[in-house]
């Protein structure tokens, strides 16, 4: 039995010398692929079947600079109706945001799948179309409804946010250069330019805006496709 257990032992031991013999020779063989990845977020058609008062489309992609190193961006367009309490408005515009991606995880060789840490910088043009607002009725007697809806909508033109973001997320190769991804991402605005008597409530690419605090968030769920166009 012990005779048994021994050769057992040697056996695996072998079998471990084997594979890593084997990584390491696959390893000095492995070969990038450096190319231009697009996609589409699909958190936007998902959100549109969700909330009927909301459109979106957004599309993604990024060029590898280096093994690990990758210039990427987002260009998209929202358009979201808002009813709150004492404003009824819609916004409409489109974003464009640009910046880098840095990949932390160690693939396997002949693996591409990614763990990304990434920076954007983020700008928007928009416009904000005032539907109603409530009057400020400080003796409500007779119960008067202070609801006023605008026969003709006032649109403020110009419109315009600065930002930047933090992106956490992860790409995995799902089948040969496609590619299924999400990302968790922070905001902080920088400026913006409000419409005359009223506020940017909803910024395309930002999200909603919150009075006195900077701050958002975000998550986009996407699938790419990478056109491969040389190998190192």
């Known amino acids: 039995m012990l005779k048994y257990y021994i050769n057992y032992l040697i056996f695996l031991f072998c079998c471990q010398i084997w594979a890593q013999t084997e990584v390491k020779n696959d390893s000095l063989v492995s070969e990038i692929r450096y190319g231009l990845r697009v996609g589409l977020d699909l958190s936007k058609p998902i959100r549109m079947l969700m909330e009927p008062n909301y459109k979106g489309l957004e599309l993604v992609g990024d060029y590898r600079l280096s093994s690990n190193l990758f210039v990427a961006g987002e260009l998209g367009n929202e358009t979201k109706q808002i009813n709150q309490d004492a404003v009824s408005f819609e916004t409409s515009g489109t974003y464009l945001k640009v910046g880098v991606d840095y990949n932390v995880y160690n693939n396997w ?112 769920y996407t699938v790419s496709y990478q056109i491969p166009f040389f190998k190192k």
């Not at 990304?116 to 700008?123: A, E, P, Q």
């Not at 190769?173 to 299924?180: I, S």
């Open 109 to 220: 060789s002949g693996m591409d799948n990614l763990i990304v840490v990434g920076i954007r910088y983020g700008i928007s043009q928009h416009k904000q179309t005032l539907i109603g607002y409530n009057r400020l009725i400080d003796n409500r007697y007779w119960g008067e409804d202070n609801l006023v809806s605008l026969d003709t909508p006032i649109i403020f033109k110009g419109l315009n946010g600065h930002w930047i973001e933090f992106q956490l997320g992860i790409k995995a190769e799902l089948l040969r250069n496609l590619y299924m991804g999400i990302s968790i991402q922070m905001h902080r605005l920088l400026s913006d330019k409000d419409p005359e008597n009223f506020e940017n409530l909803f910024i395309p690419g930002f999200n909603k805006v919150l009075t006195d605090n900077p701050y958002g968030a975000g998550l986009n």
